[in-house]
């Protein structure tokens, strides 16, 4: 029996196997499928991606002071020693109300001597008017008597002169009294002054002195400020002229009362725009009940925003 003779595969047909054993083993597939992280395929033009929806503002907030209308600082006159001083810091006064004094005794003394000066000079006047109705009385004789012949005309004259002359007498004095007066009542207004009082009811918030200080005219004695009505001043865009009236009402917050809120009328508006900073400016004022706010305090205004 003559068994076949095996054939001996040339290169390139052991390279040709090869090929076709690499590829019939690439058609299999995995037992156990490996995960891979894969981009998800990109969402198509015509349907674009939504975002999530963003509360948008309706509102400019503005923050600014809270002020009042009246609050100064309260100074001295004239200059002096503080002698008392009837309130102190966070009293509540009204107007009027005495807050401290400085020494006016000298001052006291003069204007006894004024007055007394006074009262001298009305005694004076008193006693030439007197005189002037005696002056008068002889006048009048002195004419019967001329018109009787028992006098002559010289006479006369001289008793028509007499009362004259009293009568710019009575004026002189009148005029002297009068200056009396003036002087007796300006050492009066400056006896006032030694007086410190409140100029509006309110809240003393500072009190800069003490007693046996030596003061000067203009030296600042007391800090006092209303505690009401409240108020806010701002500024916006010269886009709401017009836009803005008075009597609206906006909503009021503070960082300092979360708690509450407030409301605010407008009570007055630049009837202008400021070229410089292209701004109006509002003032509003709070209304109803203040609660827990208090003037210089921060708040905050919220005015509806424009497109």
Known sequence: MILPRKRILLPFELVAVAVLFLVGCGDGKPETPVAANVAPPATPASHPATAAPVKTDDFLTISAPLIVEHQVDVTAQRDGTIVAIAADAGARVSAGTELAKVDNRQLSSDLEAARAKSRGIAADLK????EAKVLDADY???QRLFN?????EEQLQHAQYKAESDKWDIIRVKES?????QEEQSLEIEMEKTVIKAPFSGLVARRYIRVGQTVAKGDRLFWVTAEAPLRIRFTLPEKYFGHIKKGQEFSVVSPDVLLE???????????VVDPASGTMEVLV??????GGLRPGMTASVRVPSMP
């Open 127 to 130: 006693n030439w008017e007197a």
């Open 261 to 271: 809120s407030h409301s605010a009328r407008v009570i007055e508006l630049s009837p």
């Open 285 to 290: 004022e709070v209304t109803g009940s203040h």
């Open 148 to 152: 009787e012949k028992l006098i002559a």
């Open 177 to 181: 009294l009068n200056t009396a007066k």
């Open 140 to 142: 009048v004789r002195a």
